[in-house]
């Protein structure tokens, strides 16, 4: 049997692009198990694709450091890049912006940097989230305290060069769509409008797939996005 040169040299390049991914989630409750978005995004994956939701309620870009959260995930970036291609969210915000944390604005956006650069010197590729919103309205009018971590966020993906995902712009669209009412039913606990319950888990997990692979087209062999969650959050109505 004969093989072209041309296809002898495209072997090994199809080898590489027919990697699936895996993907390892940094961040605060608002991705971690039991009030975040993270197993939500981990069960929309197939194809041999793989995830690992490594989010620690309560922490900071600082302190899941300083917990060794990090090192576990660098570590599970160094310990697949052999047969999977790395990707690793990193979404803080929430507790980075409070008085008590220690950690200034400039201080979280070089944080974040930082983390990016980590990720690309272990083998991987960091994709910064903007911070999911809070659910909470005031005189009808949705929560905007997070804007100021939001920009921080975008700013250090640009000055890295890395991808960044506004998450925190589409579900701060999707929940002034729904209104306060509707909005309540995501609720982890009665009045908590941060942490999601398990039905806000699967569809704000759809949205950050969505989120997803509209940044990178090729990932949706190996991500699905709940196509009727998908739907009802471009109409505006309640998922």
């Not at 199809?14 to 605060?28: N, S």
């Not at 209104?179 to 806000?200: E, I, M, P, Q, V």
Request: aromatic share 8%; net charge positive; with cysteine.
């Amino acid at each position: 049997m004969k093989f072209s040169l041309l296809a002898l040299l495209a072997a090994p390049i199809l080898a590489v692009a027919a990697r699936p991914p895996a993907f390892f989630l940094a961040g605060d409750s608002t991705t971690a198990v039991n009030g975040g978005w993270g197993d939500g995004f981990v069960a929309l994956l197939r194809n041999g694709a793989v995830g690992q939701n490594k989010g620690h309620s309560g922490t900071t870009t600082a302190s899941f450091v300083a917990k060794g959260d990090w090192n576990t995930v660098l570590g599970l970036v160094k310990n697949h890049t052999a047969n999977y291609d790395c990707y690793v969210t990193i979404q803080f915000g929430h507790n980075d912006q409070k008085s008590t944390s220690g950690v200034t604005i400039s201080q979280f956006q070089t944080n974040l940097q930082n983390l990016a650069n980590q990720v690309k010197s272990a083998g991987g590729t960091p994709i910064i989230l903007t911070s999911l919103t809070r659910r909470t309205f005031t005189n009808g009018k949705l929560d905007d305290s997070l804007a100021n971590v939001a920009a921080a966020a975008k700013t250090a993906a640009a000055t890295v060069g890395v991808a960044m995902l506004d998450l925190n712009a589409v579900s701060k669209k999707y929940i002034e769509a729904i209104g306060s009412a509707n909005a309540d039913k995501y609720n982890l606990a009665t009045g908590d409008r941060t942490h999601l319950n398990a039905h806000g888990t699967v569809v704000f997990g759809s949205m950050v797939a969505d989120l997803v692979v509209r940044w990178k087209s090729a990932l949706s062999a190996y991500i699905t996005p709940d196509a009727a969650i998908m739907q009802k959050i471009a109409k505006g109505v309640y998922a």
